[in-house]
């Protein structure tokens, strides 16, 4: 796993940061890797780029966003995704990323500040 992720600071916090352009997050295993990958690292907080999920990650008739989603939710976990999210064709799932934005595990961020100051909060 860590080579697409690294561990990044911001104060006293840490926190996992993709260092790749990769589709690393293909499967709810992947995932499930990277929170693992975490867990041994001492954090629950992740920045991953809109890219470093398959494509099926942005349909939600595929199952793939509801598996990660609910990962978070089961390991307490916090993410936000950096991107333009050009790949997000379906109204359903721009729905999901304006809901997702007002609750506390993952926010849809347009630049990595915005994402580090709300995994900070």
Same mark, same amino acid.
């Given at each position: 796993?860590?080579?697409?992720?690294?561990?990044?600071?911001?104060?006293?916090? $840490?926190?996992?940061?993709?260092?790749?352009?990769?589709?690393?997050?293909?499967?709810?295993?992947?995932?499930?890797?990277?929170?693992?990958?975490?867990?041994?690292?001492?954090?629950?907080?992740?920045?991953?780029?809109?890219?470093?999920?398959?494509?099926?990650?942005?349909?939600?008739?595929?199952?793939?966003?509801?598996?990660?989603?609910?990962?978070?939710?089961?390991?307490?976990? $916090?993410?936000?995704?950096?991107?333009?999210?050009?790949?997000?064709?379906?109204?359903?799932?721009?729905?999901?990323?304006?809901?997702?934005?007002?609750?506390?595990?993952?926010?849809?961020?347009?630049?990595?500040?915005?994402?580090?100051?709300?995994?900070?909060?």
């Amino acid at each position: 796993m860590n080579q697409y992720v690294t561990l990044d600071f911001q104060g006293d916090k $840490r926190f996992v940061t993709s260092r790749s352009s990769n589709q690393f997050i293909r499967t709810p295993q992947n995932f499930l890797d990277l929170l693992a990958w975490g867990g041994e690292n001492q954090t629950n907080l992740f920045v991953l780029k809109d890219m470093n999920f398959v494509a099926k990650f942005y349909d939600l008739k595929t199952g793939l966003a509801g598996e990660v989603l609910q990962k978070l939710s089961n390991y307490g976990a $916090r993410l936000a995704i950096v991107g333009t999210f050009e790949m997000v064709m379906g109204e359903r799932f721009r729905e999901l990323m304006s809901e997702s934005n007002t609750e506390s595990q993952v926010r849809f961020a347009r630049n990595r500040e915005e994402a580090i100051s709300w995994l900070m909060k």
